[in-house]
């Protein structure tokens, strides 16, 4: 309380001097919060040491492993609680789960033996009330490693299982195109002694996707990749010393990508052809055991996490393609096997489970992977173009021209994105550009069908176009 006898310039300085402590406290506050980017969302005893993880938004995230038997659980409101969804009609525990709302997901399973055999793919459409058999692989061998939808169009999914006919034999794939309502056989070429490896499936669109493979015999993996939608394969050049396994993600320009591994020279492999040839990197940080990764779409921030069983701070994230690392707080839990998220244009709500069970989540800003001039022509004139595909879903293009220079050659130009109601969505450009044409994309996968409009401001220049997202 303050003196009533203090004078009015003794009043100010105390209110002064307690706005002063309350400003630090918050600074304090908001670096503590930072600090601590990963905080627990749930413990779930019985998921098995290889669970698998589904991020559907912010809030419906679905989670599937066993350790003798099937088991699956799903929370709808942010992983305040997890309800054990049932499993009648799955006969083995599972490899893989790939969610679309909070009622229809998808699993694979781990054949119930070591070696393998006829593994099967099941979908449920009601929470698990009921499960209907997708395929099945046959054969003796192998099993399913995961299934996954591209994060860009998220109509096209895929899973992969180990040679069914033992290793060397074709890999066997299942591929749908429409949000998986229906399923087609695929396959890989089968090569001599190799089989493929849990956590490593990616999937960018129907033309792009791949896996890691492994020769047991030499314990030495390598990427297996795919850019023209299973017509042919490459296999990548790098041999990396298995030790419980390495992980495989891309970046959408279909062209970086990265490998981690498992040593103590905190080595990762990066490409930059889309997995011709892979160069020997480093993280620079330490982060023992088996480091699996997650590349979010439409940027360049990549996510490594570590299964090591001593707890620390076992994710690191980089926001430059994997060539500098910030080590993150992880609320000290160890054993992490995968990660998951939802991207709502500049931010991300990611999931990460542990073998033990335990779940973290967190809440971080991201930034588009940037504006691409796409020509060298100085234009007449400002040009805002409408954006293509339109409709869209749930990723577009919008062009855009500056023509005149201002400013040291470049001039202040804002590209952003508003709903109905003139709420502003995301900032697509907000940058000083020279006069040239442009091209930014704009992914609307965590927006709802409607109306929505960009404006390009540059200069004394305004315009405004709308779009329509349709799902």
Known sequence: MFNTNKSKGEKMNSIKYYLIIIFVFSIQFNINNVSAQWTQAG?????????FISVVDSNIVWIAGGEISAVVYRTINGGLNWISIPTNGLPF????????DASAAFVCDYAGTKTGGNAKVFKTTNAGMNWILI??????????????????????GVTFSDPPSGKGNPYFLLKTTDGGNNWSRSSAPGIPNTFGLFYTLFVIDPMMYGFQIINPTTTQTKSYITKDGGANWINGNQNITYAEGVDLVFSDNKQTGLITNYNTN?????????????NSGSTGLNLSGFNGACWISGT?????????????????????????????????????????????????????????GNIIKSRQSVQ???ILQSGNNVPGDFKLYQNYPNPFNPNTKIRFSIASEKNNGKQNVKLIVYDLLGKELVKLADNKLSAGSYEVEFNGGNLPSGIYYYRLSAEDYVEVKSMILIK
């Not at 525990?93 to 679309?100: D, P, Q, R």
């Open 93 to 100: 525990e599972l490899s893989g789960i790939a969610a679309k």
């Open 43 to 51: 413990d779930l005893n019985d998921i098995g040491l290889y669970p």
């Open 368 to 370: 588009n992977t940037g």
């Open 135 to 156: 395929d099945s692989t046959g054969g003796t061998n192998g099993y399913f490693n995961g299934i996954k939808f591209s994060k860009t169009q998220p109509q096209f």
């Open 300 to 356: 360049n921030t990549v996510f490594i996490y570590s299964n090591a069983s001593t707890s620390g701070n076992n994710i690191i994230r980089s926001d430059d393609g994997g060539f500098n690392w910030t080590a993150q707080s992880t609320s000290n839990t160890p054993g992490l096997m995968e990660m998951d998220y939802a991207r709502f244009n500049n931010t991300i709500v990611t999931y990460c489970v542990s073998s033990k």
């Open 266 to 278: 905190h080595e990762i492999f990066r490409t930059t052809n889309g997995g011709v040839n892979w």
